[in-house]
Nanobody
Framework: VQLQASGGGLVQAGGFLRLSCAPSGRISTTWTMGWFRQAPGKEREFVAT??????KYADSVKGRFTISRDNAKNTVYLQMNSLKPEDTAVYYC?????????????????WGQGTQVTVSS
């Protein structure tokens, strides 16, 4: 399964974006899906996950970001509201073909190519 992430772009602080992650093949609803991000000079960090263990968010995005899944479209979304300059990063979607806790990148089997999100102040 290959993952295609899209929806990134340049937005002003306070704005919003919606990222999409579309797998190349059909994935079961039992799969765990996640979003991670990596800012320049920083390590990749967890953003959100949806799956067996429920929905979880990093503290830094809680209340602003929403992860969701449209099973009919076989697509996972990350709605990002009230964006801040510190949200600037390359965002990656990831998939695990099993139930995992979802906060650690090593739990995931497949990764998308990343989509750039830039938030200007």
């Amino acid at each position: 399964v290959q993952l295609q992430a899209s929806g990134g772009g340049l937005v002003q602080a306070g704005g919003f974006l919606r990222l999409s992650c579309a797998p190349s093949g059909r994935i079961s609803t039992t799969w765990t899906m996640g979003w991670f991000r990596q800012a320049p000079g920083k390590e990749r960090e967890f953003v959100a996950t949806l799956g067996w263990s429920g929905i979880k968010y990093a503290d830094s995005v809680k209340g602003r970001f929403t992860i969701s899944r449209d099973n009919a479209k076989n697509t996972v979304y990350l709605q990002m509201n009230s964006l801040k300059p510190e949200d600037t990063a390359v965002y990656y979607c990831a998939a695990a073909a099993r139930g995992v806790r979802g906060r650690a990148d090593y739990e995931y089997d497949e990764w998308g190519q990343g989509t750039q999100v830039t938030v200007s102040s």
